[in-house]
C-alpha cells in the first residue's frame, strides 16, 4: 500500500469481533499494553458489546481503499479529554498507517465530540508509538503512571489538530 493511499474509517460493529480479538492479542500489541496478558475469547466478547453500547466510547476500524482492515483506533472518555488506543495489523506496520489512523480518527473525534484534547499514555519503549503519536501531531505532555508503570502522556489538543494533520499526505478528510 502506499503511503499516499487514503484510509477509510468506519465505526466498528460486532461483525468486527473476530478481527479485534485477533488484533488485541497480536504479542506486540499485548507487550505494549499496561494490562499485557492474553484475553481470552469470552472477556473480549462481553467487553466489546459493552463498548459498542457505551456512548462514551469510539471504536474506529481503518480500511485501505480496497476494504481491507489495516486497524483500529479506540477513543475512551477520561476526566476532560478521551484516552486513545491505536493498533495496526502487524502485517501493515512501518507504512505510515498508524500515524495516518491517529490523526484521521482524532480529527473525527474532534469534529463529533466537543471535547478539547485526546490524550495517549505510551510505554516508554514504544518507540513506534511514540513516532507515530507525534507525526500525527501529538506532543509531549509529561509523564505518568498508568498500572504501576511508568508512561509517557502524548496530548493533541483540539486548536493544534487542524494544521498539526495537514502534513500527513494521503488523508481522506
Ligand atoms: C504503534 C503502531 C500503531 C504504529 O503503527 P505503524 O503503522 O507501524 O506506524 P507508522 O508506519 O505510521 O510509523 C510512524 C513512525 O514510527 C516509526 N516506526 C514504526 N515502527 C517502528 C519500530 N518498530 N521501531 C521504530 N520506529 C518505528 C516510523 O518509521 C515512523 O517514523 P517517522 O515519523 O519518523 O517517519 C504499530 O506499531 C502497532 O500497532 N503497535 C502495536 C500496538 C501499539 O503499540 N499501540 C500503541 C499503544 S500506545
Same mark, same amino acid.
Request: proline share 5%; aromatic share 8%.
Given at each position: ?28 500489541? *499485548? ?39 489495516? =486497524? ?6 477520561? =476526566? ?19 500515524? *495516518? ?13 466537543? #471535547? ?5 499514555? #505510551? ?18 505532555? =509529561? ?31
Amino acid at each position: 500500500m502506499s503511503f499516499m493511499t487514503p484510509l477509510r474509517l468506519r465505526a466498528a460493529t460486532v461483525a468486527d469481533i473476530q478481527l479485534l480479538w485477533e488484533w488485541v492479542n497480536d504479542p506486540v500489541t *499485548r507487550q505494549m499494553s499496561f494490562a499485557s496478558k492474553t484475553i481470552p475469547w469470552a472477556e473480549h466478547c462481553s467487553w466489546l458489546h459493552a463498548r459498542l453500547a457505551d456512548p462514551t466510547s469510539l471504536l474506529f476500524v481503518a480500511s485501505t481503499a480496497a476494504e481491507i482492515p489495516v =486497524g483500529q483506533a479506540r477513543y475512551d472518555l477520561q =476526566g476532560d479529554g478521551f484516552l486513545i488506543d491505536v493498533s495496526v495489523d502487524p502485517a501493515h506496520r512501518r507504512q505510515g498507517i498508524g500515524s *495516518r489512523i491517529i490523526a484521521q480518527a482524532s480529527q473525527e473525534v474532534f469534529a463529533r465530540t466537543s #471535547i478539547c484534547a485526546i490524550y495517549a499514555y #505510551i510505554k516508554p519503549f514504544n518507540k513506534a508509538s511514540l513516532r507515530a503519536f507525534r507525526r500525527a501531531g501529538f506532543l509531549e505532555d =509529561g509523564e505518568d503512571m498508568v498500572q504501576g508503570q511508568q508512561a509517557r502522556r502524548l496530548v493533541l489538543r483540539r486548536a493544534e489538530a487542524s494544521s498539526s494533520t495537514d502534513l500527513l499526505p494521503g488523508d481522506s478528510q
